[in-house]
Nanobody
């Protein structure tokens, strides 16, 4: 059974940093693109950053380019999201998701992956 478990969220001041982790199990991790999504209260879920199976292809939302970095460790079946210079508008629940068919760009833009994690809360205070 495909499982994704997010961790690393928390409360941070504006300008601070966090590192999110998405630990996975139950599937061939190196066959799947992985994405990070976030949802703020009252807003739709949006794709933040997605990474292809080898880690060489990535996609970032314009709002996080230059501040967030996605990476994956195929040996550990884990994806990371390094977040720097956090802003209050980065606040939300962050989810990771896996999909076997979509490219990182399509995964981030279209959504609809094979499976979702339960999320981790990120709160950035001003």
């Amino acid at each position: 059974q495909l499982q994704l478990v997010e961790s690393g969220g928390g409360l941070v001041q504006s300008g601070g940093s966090l590192r999110l982790s998405c630990a996975t199990s139950g599937f061939r991790f190196d066959y799947y693109a992985i994405g990070w999504f976030r949802q703020a209260p009252g807003q739709d879920r949006e794709g933040v950053s997605c990474i292809g199976v080898s880690g060489r292809t990535t996609h970032y939302a314009d709002s996080v380019k230059g501040r967030f970095t996605i990476s994956r460790d195929n040996a550990e079946a884990t994806v990371y999201l390094e977040m720097h210079d956090l802003k209050p508008e980065d606040t939300g629940t962050y989810y990771c998701a896996a999909d076997r068919r979509m490219s990182p760009f399509k995964l981030c833009v279209s959504g609809g992956p094979d499976s979702w994690g339960r999320g981790t809360q990120v709160t950035v205070s001003s």
